[in-house]
């Protein structure tokens, strides 16, 4: 069984930084892509960050140049380095993980609240 587990939400005031991190376990096969998506209240689930095996990155233009995604293929581990947060910001995190054999998993997500 595949398990996603992040932590490192929280609450923030704007401006400030936080970073979050997701371990994968379970019976997986190799990882492709690992990626950070968030959904806030009355909105859809979208892309914030995804990063390559060999380690491309892409960003949606909301956080382009504020937040950082990175990986450790022997850990299994995803992170994402939030800084200059704003309110837009608030929201459920969740990572994804896509596998070599086309299959998808989710975490729980964390939630991300930044004050204003």
């Known amino acids: 069984q595949v398990q996603l587990v992040e932590s490192g939400g929280g609450l923030v005031q704007a401006g400030g930084s936080l970073r979050l991190s997701c371990a994968a376990s379970g019976s997986i096969f190799s990882i492709n892509v690992m990626g950070w998506h968030r959904q806030s209240p009355g909105k859809q689930r979208e892309l914030v960050a995804v990063?390559?095996?060999?380690?491309?990155?892409n960003y949606s233009d909301s956080v382009k140049g504020r937040f950082t995604i990175s990986r450790d293929n022997a850990k299994k581990m995803v992170y994402l380095q939030m800084n200059s947060l704003k309110a837009e910001d608030t929201a459920v995190y969740y990572c994804?993980?896509?596998?070599?054999?086309?299959?998808?998993?989710w975490g729980q997500g964390t939630q991300v609240t930044v004050s204003s």
């Open positions: 994804n993980i896509k596998t070599a054999d086309y299959l998808q998993y």
């Open positions: 990063i390559t095996s060999g380690g491309s990155t």
